[in-house]
């Protein structure tokens, strides 16, 4: 079985430009988050869905991150612009829906370089 | 509202010394409590969980972690460390609350010297 993936794994960008990442989770999970991992830190909620719908999105900065989920399957997530503060890995994860024990798998990340 | 406390950003012991690293949690409902390790370049995967029953809890690479709620603690061990469990060691606070909320500590480096 396919694990989540994540793409691009690395991303090196000009503050300013926009960018984008992609997430595709386990087969059959209704539930995708994205967190945000700074150097050192644990990561920390960007968004959850459920299925399409964007059930939590408080911690996601409105003015700069965008977020979609379109058919409840893969994701996209996106900063325009960037700004030299977005340096970070960026990490999708997914459950299974209903009632479990909340166990997230993850997916190897992708490192944004804002220069 | 939870949250994860980890006790030392970083942990240094020597090849076949006891690994102890700590955390604890808040959480106004019951929780359940998780270990996460990640190696370079790499997400999170799972070592180990609590959820109900038993407070001792084994995970893969010979890891454990005993939930104690009178201490709202979860920390995680193992007898003999090896080089190989050089990593970063995560715990996280899950709780269900219309679905599941994942809180994660800041982390704690394991190094291993030989």
């Known amino acids: 079985e396919a694990g989540v993936v994540q793409s691009p794994r690395y991303k090196i960008i000009e503050k300013k430009q926009p960018v984008a990442f992609w997430c595709n989770p386990i087969s059959g999970h209704n539930t995708l988050y994205w967190y945000l991992q700074n150097l050192g830190q644990g990561p920390e909620l960007l968004i959850r869905?459920?299925?399409?719908?964007?059930?939590?999105d408080s911690q996601l900065p409105k003015d700069r991150f965008s977020a979609e989920r379109l058919k409840g399957v893969d994701s996209t997530l996106k900063i325009q612009p960037a700004e030299l503060g977005d340096s970070a890995v960026y990490l999708c994860?997914?459950?299974?829906?209903?009632?479990?024990?909340?166990?997230?798998?993850f997916g190897e990340g992708s490192r944004l370089t804002v220069l | 509202a939870q949250s994860v406390t980890q006790l030392g950003s970083h942990v240094s012991v020597s090849e076949g010394a006891l690994v102890l690293l700590r955390c604890n949690y808040s959480?106004?409902?019951?929780?359940?409590l998780f270990w996460y390790v990640q190696y370079p370049n790499q997400g999170l995967q799972l070592l180990l969980k609590y959820t109900t029953g038993a407070t001792l809890v084994k995970g893969i690479n010979g890891f454990e972690a005993e939930f104690k709620k009178s201490e709202t603690s979860f920390h995680l061990t193992k007898p003999s460390a090896h080089m190989s469990d050089a990593a970063e060691y995560f715990c996280a606070v899950s709780v269900n609350t219309g679905g599941f909320k994942t809180i994660f500590g800041a982390g704690t480096r394991l190094f291993v010297k030989a």
């Open positions: 959480s106004s409902v019951p929780p359940y």
């Open positions: 869905y459920e299925n399409e719908e964007a059930v939590d």
């Open positions: 994860a997914s459950r299974t829906g209903g009632e479990n024990t909340g166990e997230l798998f």
